[in-house]
Nanobody
Framework: QVQLVESGGGSVQAGGSLRLSCAAS????????MNWYRQAPGKQRELVAG???????NYADSVKGRFTISRDHAKNTVYLQTNSLKPEDTAVYYC???????????????WGQGTQVTVSS
């Protein structure tokens, strides 16, 4: 089994920064994709940023230029550096990973438990 554990959330004022981390552990052969999603109260969960095994990245338009996703393959960890935070960035941030536990089996999707980010004006 694979576990994803997020950390780094908290409360900041507008304009501040936070660095979120998500560490994957367990039976891991390869991690093909790691994404960050977020869900604000009363809203649908949305993709914030993603990073593929080859290092290519993608971002939601709302965070481009402010957030940076990166990955440490050796530590099976993905990071989300969030800068110039706005009140509308307030949400629970979730880690998502597509993980192969063995070379001969299809990968599965795993979710973390979420970490709260609150930005005050």
């Amino acid at each position: 089994q694979v576990q994803l554990v997020e950390s780094g959330g908290g409360s900041v004022q507008a304009g501040g920064s936070l660095r979120l981390s998500c560490a994957a552990s367990g039976s891991i052969f390869s991690i093909n994709l790691m994404n960050w999603y977020r869900q604000a109260p009363g809203k649908q969960r949305e993709l914030v940023a993603g990073i593929n095994i080859d290092g290519s990245t993608n971002y939601a338009d709302s965070v481009k230029g402010r957030f940076t996703i990166s990955r440490d393959h050796a530590k099976n960890t993905v990071y989300l550096q969030t800068n110039s935070l706005k009140p509308e960035d307030t949400a629970v941030y979730y880690c998502y990973a597509v993980v192969a536990v063995r070379p001969s089996t299809p990968p599965n999707v795993y979710w973390g438990q979420g970490t709260q980010v609150t930005v005050s004006s």
